[in-house]
Nanobody, 124 residues
Framework: EVRLVESGGGLVQAGGSLRLSCAASGLTFSDYLMGWFRQAPGKEREGVSCISTFDGSTDYADSVKGRFTVSYDNAKNTMYLQINSLKPEDTAVYYC?????????????????WGQGTQVTVSS
């Protein structure tokens, strides 16, 4: 059984930084596409970033390019999202997701497994 556990969220001021973590178990990390998504109140879940552990390719939503960086540690089966220059509009619950594929896509529907989410709140 695949299990994903996010951590690292919190309340920060605009311009601050956070590092989110997604600890994965029940899967071979190198065989999966991993993604970060977020959902703000009243809005649909949107793709933030993804990384293919097959070839290291990444993709980012336009709204976060240059501020967010996705990475992973194979030895720890953990994916990270470094978030810099936070804006109030980044406020959302952030989820990590996994799919047994290798093409990095920011499409929620292709991901099979999801974590419970971690709240990020950015104050102005």
């Amino acid at each position: 059984e695949v299990r994903l556990v996010e951590s690292g969220g919190g309340l920060v001021q605009a311009g601050g930084s956070l590092r989110l973590s997604c600890a994965a178990s029940g899967l071979t990390f190198s065989d999966y596409l991993m993604g970060w998504f977020r959902q703000a109140p009243g809005k649909e879940r949107e793709g933030v970033s993804c990384i293919s552990t097959f070839d290291g390719s990444t993709d980012y939503a336009d709204s976060v390019k240059g501020r967010f960086t996705v990475s992973y540690d194979n030895a720890k089966n953990t994916m990270y999202l470094q978030i810099n220059s936070l804006k109030p509009e980044d406020t959302a619950v952030y989820y990590c997701a996994a799919d047994p594929g290798d093409i990095c896509l920011l499409v929620p529907g292709i991901y099979d497994d999801w974590g419970q989410g971690t709240q990020v709140t950015v104050s102005s």
